[in-house]
Every structure is written in C-alpha cells, then in structure tokens.
C-alpha cells in the first residue's frame, strides 16, 4: 500500500509564526487531503487538493503529484490552529484513505 | 446542510459484548467509510460501503463487520469485544462516483472495560 509520511511530527510555534508541515507519499494518488483533528476528536477537512495549489483564508496549501509530496501552510498562527494535522491520500476510486502519523502543533501566547 | 453523524458520541462497554454504532452521511451522499483511531497504530481504514455494497475492506477481524441500507445510513458492528477495541470511531462520507474529499463525523468513542 501507499506509505505516507509526515513531517515534522511536532510543533510549537509562537502566535503570529508561520509554519510548513510536509507529506511525502510512495505513489500516484488521485487524492489528497489535508484534515485538522479539533481537541473533541473530529477531522475538519481543510483542503482537498490532489494537485496544485490552493488557498483559504490564512492556509495554503501546494501538492506537486509529479514529486509525490504536499505542503500545508499556516501562516500568522492563532492559539485556535492547535491540534493534529493529518495528511491523508488514495490511490483507489472507492474508499480507503491512507493517513500519514500527523503533525501535532501547539499555538503558545 | 447537516454534517455527517455519529451516534453515540460515547460508549462504555464490557470485553465480551458487543456494540453497534451509526453513521448518518450528508444527504446525498452515497459512499460511507469507517475508521478506527488509536494512540498506537493511528488512523487505520475499516471499510467502505456505497449503495449498500461494500466496495473495500481493510486488514480488521470478522468480529468488525458492516452494512448500508437504502437511505445510506451505515452501522459498524463489533462482536466479542476486546479491550483493544477502545478507540474513536470514525465515519466518513462523499458522494461517491467521481473522486471527492471525504467529510467525517465528529466520531464515537468506544471504552472496552
């Protein structure tokens, strides 16, 4: 199956910091997503974005399919931007997301 | 519209029992997918049902079995619980057909005592 691996596995950042967290994947996807896991347990999907870029209010994010890799940026961080981020990608038509170990970020005043 | 949702939030059960737990898609959705959480292993796929098939399964025990009825609702079932079931549940859905990004529920937490 696809591996996929997240980095760095932890972050602390300053409130107003800017920070990249990164997913490389071991093969094709047709997709991928990046989620935010709130401290209640439920992932709030942040960007589907199999290939190129896109951007929603102070994130972005960047996948070059071609490199098997994905960027999500956060940028001016906010104590609310704490939890786990989770990239996740599929090589199947039906189903079946593979997550990668996530990046957990802690937002300090 | 309404998100996707779980029932119950939370579940304590004995090792032994056995535990149903739902997933209501958004409307219009047809796809449902179910995963397990856990400190240890992560996020891991369970299955994935569309129009009541099921179209994909993960490496689980038979004690983890599902169904999808007609209005897509989907149910997980786990028999003879283990202690090592304890986990958050998750359901996802997407409209199926053509790729889409999946949407979760906010997911149940199952104790197994």
């Known amino acids: 199956g696809i591996q996929v691996e997240q980095s760095p596995p932890d972050l602390i950042l300053q409130e107003g910091a800017n920070s990249t967290l990164r997913c490389n994947f071991s093969?094709?996807?047709?997709?991928l997503q990046w989620f935010h896991q709130n401290p209640w347990g439920q992932l709030i999907n942040l960007f589907y974005?199999?290939?190129g870029t896109k951007q929603n209010g102070r994130l972005s994010a960047t996948t070059v399919a071609t490199e098997r890799y994905s960027l999500l940026y956060i940028s001016s961080s906010q104590t609310t931007d704490s939890g786990v981020y989770f990239c996740?990608?599929?090589?199947?038509?039906?189903?079946?997301?593979?997550f990668g170990a996530g990046t957990q970020v802690v937002v300090t005043p | 519209k309404a998100g996707v949702t779980q029932t119950p939030r939370y579940l304590i059960k004995t090792r032994g029992q056995q535990v149903t737990l739902s997933c209501s898609p958004i409307s219009g959705h047809r796809s449902v997918s179910w995963y397990q959480q856990t400190p240890g292993q992560g996020l891991q796929f369970l299955f994935e049902?569309?129009?009541?098939?099921?179209?994909n399964k993960g490496n689980f025990p038979g004690r983890f079995s599902g169904r999808q009825f007609s209005n897509s609702r989907s149910e997980m079932n786990v028999s003879t619980l283990e202690l090592g079931d304890s986990a958050l549940y998750l359901c996802a859905s997407t409209p199926g057909g053509r790729i889409y990004g999946y949407t979760f529920g906010s997911g149940t937490r199952l104790t197994v005592v």
């Open positions: 093969d094709s996807v047709n997709n």
């Open positions: 996740a990608v599929s090589a199947d038509s039906w189903g079946k997301l593979q």
């Open positions: 974005i199999p290939s």
């Open positions: 049902y569309f129009s009541e098939t099921q179209r």
